[in-house]
């Protein structure tokens, strides 16, 4: 059974930084496009980044050049680096491989 399981999330002040995990088993991580959403209270889901099987990676607006997405094989875990945060980025973060179920999410919060 493939399980997907975030990690890394908190509460952190506006302009600093978090690194997100997800952890998978049952599948190998590097066979997919693995990608990474966030729900915000209210909202409807919203695409991050995706990181493709052959290591292209691209981002939402939204985060571009403040976020990164990476694969570590070895591990068979994806992060999302996630720098100079501000309150817009307060979501729960979910992390999502093509065809696999999603992970159940961590919170982050941007809060002075």
């Known amino acids: 059974q493939v399980q997907l399981v975030e990690s890394g999330g908190g509460l952190v002040q506006p302009g600093g930084s978090l690194r997100l995990s997800c952890a998978a088993s049952g599948a190998f991580v590097g066979n997919y496009d693995m990608a990474w959403y966030r729900q915000a209270p209210g909202k409807q889901r919203e695409w991050v980044a995706t990181v493709f099987s052959g290591g292209t990676t691209t981002y939402g607006d939204s985060v571009k050049g403040r976020f990164t997405i990476s694969r570590d094989n070895a591990k068979n875990t994806v992060y999302l680096q996630m720098n100079s945060l501000n309150a817009e980025d307060t979501a729960v973060y979910y992390c999502?491989?093509?065809?696999?179920?999603w992970g159940q999410g961590t919170q982050v919060t941007v809060s002075s």
């Open positions: 999502k491989g093509s065809g696999l179920t």
